[in-house]
């Protein structure tokens, strides 16, 4: 799929994590048994249900296991894991997507501005309204992915309630969802929920080394609460070089390194680009590190590291729960300053800067 004929570049897919692969590549599931031997006891019992909402935190994997589902349920395959033969030919046009069995739905792309548009709109409900009608003629399972579910704006959420309501025969609908509590109730109510939960470190290392991350993949878990969305956002932008400068700031606390604070603020004054926004990336660490010291002050510094040194700076500077106290409350200030300055347009590097410079005011332990 290119922005044109005459230019390679690709456009833009809102259901790909920057510099990952597509869900649709994925051969298998890791680290979800419960949600996969679900759906494979109610395929096997005759009562699959043409509607399941698939929720969860990002990065659990919930559109992986869509994709596994489509290929499972539209190449016949009979194994009791959601795999199916990659050289398949209904496997091939589905990572091609050129199945004609299959149709996702998702966010569409500007056709002047070629950039994404913010939300679903009905014009891509209503194609898969007529994907429904045209395929009907063909007979068979029919596959509809919409992800997310959550992204669609009220006219699309209605159109899709009507499908709902009035399901085509032969049709199983996957809607992936961020935040299910946003979608209409009447749409939940239609649909059988499948819940996805946060990987723990060893499903995280199985995947992180399938993406060929092994290296980092303690770090990376570490910081990323189980979600392999946002190790492989950390990955690509670099963002462990971007913690371990954090944790740096902070090894003489309460003194701080001017230099190196302007250079972290002035990083955060990039501009955004495919593998995501600085300032973002920035201000998330910070509130990590932040996380990590409340919690060192209550629990003891937390393992893994997610940077050389980091237990031992956690350690200094949260000794204790009266610290921990401070550092969450700090935490808390430093989220909501960040969402106002963004609000407001601020200066990203400004904003970043006086950030450290009142988190390096913070009383000693």
Same mark, same amino acid.
């Given at each position: 799929?290119?922005?044109?004929?005459?230019?390679?570049?690709?456009?833009?897919?809102?259901?790909?994590?920057?510099?990952?692969?597509?869900?649709?590549?994925?051969?298998?599931?890791?680290?979800?048994?419960?949600?996969?031997?679900?759906?494979?006891? @109610?395929?096997?019992?005759?009562?699959?249900?043409?509607?399941?909402?698939?929720?969860?935190?990002?990065?659990?994997?919930?559109?992986?296991?869509?994709?596994?589902?489509?290929?499972?349920?539209?190449?016949?395959?009979?194994?009791?894991?959601?795999?199916?033969?990659?050289?398949?030919?209904?496997?091939?046009?589905?990572?091609?997507?050129?199945?004609?069995?299959?149709?996702?739905?998702?966010?569409?792309?500007?056709?002047?501005?070629?950039?994404?548009?913010?939300?679903?709109?009905?014009?891509?409900?209503?194609?898969?309204?007529?994907?429904?009608?045209?395929?009907?003629?063909?007979?068979?399972?029919?596959?509809?992915?919409?992800?997310? @579910?959550?992204?669609?704006?009220?006219?699309?959420?209605?159109?899709?309630?009507?499908?709902?309501?009035?399901?085509?025969?032969?049709?199983?609908?996957?809607?992936?969802?961020?935040?299910?509590?946003?979608?209409?109730?009447?749409?939940?109510?239609?649909?059988?929920?499948?819940?996805?939960?946060?990987?723990?470190?060893?499903?995280?290392?199985?995947?992180?080394?399938?993406?060929?991350?092994?290296?980092?993949?303690?770090?990376?878990?570490?910081?990323?609460?189980?979600?392999?969305?946002?190790?492989?956002?950390?990955?690509?932008?670099?963002?462990?070089?971007?913690?371990?400068?954090?944790?740096?700031?902070?090894?003489?606390?309460?003194?701080?390194?001017?230099?190196?604070?302007?250079?972290?603020?002035?990083?955060?004054?990039?501009?955004?680009?495919?593998?995501?926004?600085?300032?973002?990336?920035?201000?998330?660490?910070?509130?990590?590190?932040?996380?990590?010291? @409340?919690?060192?002050?209550?629990?003891?510094?937390?393992?893994?590291?997610?940077?050389?040194?980091?237990? @031992?700076?956690?350690?200094?500077?949260?000794?204790?729960?009266?610290?921990?106290?401070?550092?969450?409350?700090?935490?808390?200030?430093?989220?909501?300053?960040?969402?106002?300055?963004?609000?407001?347009?601020?200066?990203?590097?400004?904003?970043?800067?006086?950030?450290?410079?009142?988190?390096?005011?913070?009383?000693?332990?």
């Amino acid at each position: 799929m290119k922005r044109s004929d005459r230019d390679d570049e690709p456009l833009p897919e809102p259901d790909r994590v920057p510099g990952a692969p597509h869900p649709r590549e994925a051969t298998r599931i890791i680290g979800q048994d419960g949600a996969v031997a679900d759906f494979l006891a @109610a395929a096997r019992a005759g009562r699959l249900h043409h509607a399941w909402l698939i929720s969860g935190p990002r990065g659990t994997g919930k559109a992986t296991l869509a994709w596994c589902i489509a290929k499972w349920l539209l190449s016949g395959a009979a194994t009791a894991d959601l795999t199916a033969p990659p050289d398949d030919p209904v496997i091939r046009r589905i990572r091609a997507l050129s199945e004609p069995r299959l149709h996702l739905v998702r966010r569409p792309v500007d056709e002047k501005t070629l950039r994404l548009r913010a939300e679903i709109t009905v014009d891509e409900i209503r194609r898969l309204q007529g994907f429904f009608h045209m395929s009907a003629a063909e007979g068979g399972r029919r596959v509809a992915i919409v992800d997310a @579910a959550d992204e669609m704006n009220p006219a699309a959420a209605n159109a899709l309630l009507k499908l709902l309501e009035e399901p085509p025969q032969d049709a199983i609908l996957l809607l992936v969802a961020h935040q299910p509590a946003r979608l209409l109730p009447t749409i939940r109510s239609r649909c059988r929920e499948v819940r996805l939960h946060p990987l723990d470190a060893a499903d995280m290392g199985l995947v992180l080394h399938e993406l060929g991350l092994d290296h980092d993949a303690a770090a990376l878990a570490a910081l990323s609460a189980g979600s392999i969305g946002e190790a492989l956002r950390l990955a690509g932008q670099d963002g462990l070089a971007v913690y371990r400068q954090i944790v740096g700031l902070f090894a003489e606390h309460p003194r701080m390194d001017r230099r190196v604070a302007a250079a972290l603020a002035e990083r955060a004054a990039a501009r955004a680009g495919a593998e995501g926004d600085p300032f973002d990336l920035v201000v998330t660490l910070l509130d990590r590190f932040l996380t990590r010291a @409340a919690r060192a002050g209550l629990l003891g510094a937390p393992l893994p590291e997610a940077a050389e040194g980091e237990a @031992a700076v956690l350690s200094r500077i949260a000794p204790d729960p009266a610290a921990a106290r401070r550092w969450a409350t700090a935490q808390a200030e430093l989220s909501a300053r960040a969402r106002a300055g963004r609000a407001v347009n601020l200066d990203p590097s400004a904003l970043v800067l006086d950030m450290l410079v009142g988190l390096a005011n913070q009383p000693a332990a």
